[in-house]
């Protein structure tokens, strides 16, 4: 398949547009692209649109981008609002002085329902299943996008939103690939919801440096996770894994319904990673290729705000790409706004890993929620 292209024309005129990666940010960039008017393919290697994970934590600066796409009540309908506490090990609640809901209230949306309302937002004919970009040429006036296929797509602009192991990363930035995290895994799954709090434990804090507690989904579903750093040795199940690592959020009774719910959970139910961080990038642009969410800036998920984040640069390239100016000029402007902003997120996620307790925890963690509320970007800067 060869996609004609014409040169690059800001403003109100047409670009041709090849996505990388049908995951959130993708389709998020797909569908807030073709709003703009330009035309838009997303290539994605799975056979179906579909999402690796079990729910995704978007804040109030995310869902302002898909109140743009005309999508945020749907998103929000099948979301379940959180009002985020912290624990100790016995269940002792604890929240940071000085900071109060607008902090602490985030939604939680099942990835599954939350991609196919971005797919049927851009068209299904827009995406292209079973494929995956594997490179790109620069052409001068353009960039042809390569495919496992041996196919190539002709485009003004290659979005590599394709994750930790972008292969659009790959080409952009030789020798830039994810990097383990520590020793740190991460244990989730979603079940059926039970007689376990309807609130909550979001987030526990114990010992050894492990995480996590679980959380009610829409449509009677609850997800659990936990995680830790430097894990050691595994052995066992992942069941059995995780399992371990939920004894140390549990103490005098306390998270009984997390253990039993991890006990309950069949075993092919239950994901398990090892955290993968992206490293700092000497660029995230060419004069038509620009990298977007995980692909430029994996995060751990310990600040649970990794998908917030990559749906914060949809709105910040969207609102580069329909300024006055080149394509070139407009991606730079993009990597000098998102560039700088990711060097606070990473010295906060610094911080917020290496908390002590769930008191320490509470405050730094309010303190990166609060400044990445009110200093988030917008179209109109």
């Given amino acids: ?16 547009v090849v996505v990388a990666g049908g995951g959130l940010v993708g389709l998020t960039a797909a569908a807030a692209l073709g709003r703009l008017g330009h035309e838009v393919t997303v290539v994605e290697q799975a056979p179906e ?33 959180i009002d985020a506490w912290f624990f100790d090990q016995a269940g002792r609640p604890v929240r940071a002085a000085g900071y109060g809901d607008y902090e602490h209230r985030f939604l939680l949306v099942p990835r599954p329902e939350l991609n196919v309302l971005l797919a049927d937002a851009i068209g299904l004919q827009r995406i292209l299943l079973g494929d995956r970009v594997t490179g790109f040429t620069e052409t001068g006036d353009g960039v042809r996008v390569l495919l496992e296929s041996g196919r190539g797509l002709e485009a003004d602009l290659l979005v590599g939103a394709d994750g930790v192991h972008s292969k659009v990363r790959a080409a ?34 114990g010992r ?21 750093f430097e894990v050691g040795e595994l ?20 998270h009984d319904d997390l253990l039993r719910m991890i006990e309950a959970t069949p075993e092919d139910a239950i994901l ?12 995230w642009t ?43 000029s407009a991606l730079s402007e993009y990597e000098r706004r998102r560039a700088e902003r990711f060097d606070r997120v990473r010295a906060f996620s610094t911080e917020v890993e290496f908390a002590a307790d769930a008191g320490e925890f509470a405050q730094r963690y309010a303190a990166f929620s609060h400044w990445m509320l009110t200093t988030a970007p917008n179209r109109e800067n």
């Fill in 1 to 16: 398949m060869d996609l004609d292209t014409s040169g690059f024309r800001q403003g109100e005129k047409i670009m041709r």
């Fill in 49 to 81: 649109i579909r999402a690796a994970g079990a729910g995704i934590g978007l804040w109030e600066n995310a869902l302002r981008e898909f109140d743009r796409l005309g999508i945020g009540a749907a998103v929000r309908a099948v979301g379940h609002e």
């Fill in 172 to 205: 952009l930035v030789p020798d830039s690939a994810a990097r383990r995290h520590s020793g740190h895994y991460a244990w989730r799954a979603v079940v059926p919801a039970g007689a376990e709090r309807p609130e909550g434990t979001v987030l526990t804090v």
């Fill in 208 to 228: 050894d440096r492990t995480r996590g507690g679980y959380s009610r989904l829409s449509g009677d579903r609850t997800m659990w996770m936990v995680n830790q």
């Fill in 235 to 254: 052995r066992g199940t992942p069941r059995e894994r995780a399992l371990a690592r939920a004894h140390n959020l549990a103490e005098s009774g306390w």
């Fill in 272 to 283: 398990e990673n090892p955290i993968l961080l992206v490293p700092e990038l000497s660029h």
């Fill in 286 to 328: 060419d004069p038509h290729v620009v990298l977007i969410g995980d692909a430029a800036h994996g995060l751990s998920p310990h600040i649970s705000a990794g998908g917030t984040l990559g749906v914060e640069d949809v709105g910040v390239l969207c609102a580069c790409l329909s300024a006055d100016g080149d394509l070139a």
